[in-house]
């Protein structure tokens, strides 16, 4: 089941905790339970995640484990948020997002709960915050899309920085009202600290246009209409499984160098420690990070990396060892500080 969350999912949210708890209440333990769920439960996962992706998750936690699993989908701040509101009375056994910011705002609020041994030992440190508060579940690298017919190699931008200079304006688009830009431009925060970041964007804003949503990104580019833009790789890949039509003339250009534009961001899973369910829910987060949930992002069609359980990524991408991206620990990337000075900056 999927529910976009509107402002009446938001006000009936205490209300489906009521009702769950009744639920629970009713159920005899043992009496209807599946295995691995000793009170037959079910859980509630808040997604950020794209669904598609998600979807396969929670189907093959549940043909594995028995545990049914229900969604609410919406993007990383607006769940963020939704979470950070709900407190302790949130229905949500889980949370998954695109991006790590989301999941650091919903770790300060002092939300959630440690991940178990046994999703630590799957998942590479690099892969999980310093805190242990949650863990990676998949990596996506930033990548400068452009059309093949207007830039050849030489005239690439050696470093995403360069974009804000002179020469580049009118050229490039992006979408800055996305978590996915918004958690590019945490790591240019960290990396470069917030003077540079605050100009960088400024000259962002006379430079680039702003196109609603990475896909858009990619088809603007290839149609011409602008000679690069910056998104996420995976992009590019789903296109091309699918036909091509919208990236057909699209070459990509990894920045590497630890460069800021090598950034490979990291979507999170994480326990909310008012769950009541919490040994499924961190059972949901170790088939996710396990060899079968990180197959999914091997076989499928997210094309996004796996990061855990030593699982390969689709051999159609630039392996994840050769992004040479910044070391950056995800517990630092600070969301609400980049999004102040993306609107000081005129971009929201
Ligand atoms: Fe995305």
Redesign the pocket.
């Given at each position: 089941m999927s529910l976009r969350i509107t402002r009446r999912a938001l006000i009936g949210a205490a209300a489906t905790t009521i009702s769950a708890a009744a639920l629970a209440a009713c159920s005899k333990p043992g009496s209807t339970s599946t295995p691995g769920s000793a009170d037959g439960a079910t859980l509630t996962i808040y997604n950020a995640q794209?669904e598609t992706l998600a979807q396969e998750w929670m189907d093959g936690f549940t043909k594995a484990t028995g545990i049914k699993v229900t969604h609410r989908q919406g993007d990383d701040t607006e769940m963020a948020n939704q979470l950070v509101a709900e407190g302790a009375n949130s229905p949500a056994d889980v949370f998954l997002t695109?991006n790590s910011p989301a999941m650091t705002l919903v770790e300060n609020a002092g939300l959630l709960a440690a991940t178990s041994e046994e999703i630590r030992g799957q998942v590479p440190s690099q892969y999980r915050p310093s805190t242990n508060a949650w863990t990676g579940i998949a990596a996506?690298s930033t990548v400068f899309v452009y059309n093949t017919d207007k830039l050849k190699q030489a005239d690439l931008p050696a470093s995403l920085m360069d974009l804000a200079k002179p020469e580049w304006k009118g050229r490039w688009a992006a979408s800055p009202s996305g978590a996915?830009f918004q958690a590019i431009i945490t790591a240019i925060l960290q990396l470069k600290g917030e003077d540079e970041t605050l100009s960088w964007l400024k000259a962002m804003k006379q430079n680039s246009t702003a196109i609603k949503g990475?896909s858009a990104v990619m088809k603007a580019v290839n149609a011409g209409e602008f000679e690069g833009g910056v998104i996420?790789h995976?992009?590019y890949f789903g296109d091309q499984a699918k036909g091509g039509q919208n990236s057909a003339k699209v070459g990509m250009h990894y920045f590497g160098h630890q460069d800021p534009g090598a950034f490979v961001s990291i979507s999170g899973g994480g326990v909310l420690k008012s769950s009541k369910n919490q040994e499924a829910a961190q059972k949901f987060l170790a088939y996710v990070t396990g060899k079968d949930g990180q197959a999914v992002l091997r076989d499928g069609t997210s094309f996004e990396y796996p990061v855990a359980s030593k699982v390969a990524a689709n051999e159609k991408l630039k392996p994840l060892s050769e992004l040479d991206a910044p070391t950056i620990d995800p517990a630092t990337l600070n969301s609400p500080k980049v999004v102040e000075l993306m609107q000081e900056a005129g971009l929201l």
């Open positions: 794209h695109e996506r996915d990475n996420y995976y992009y």
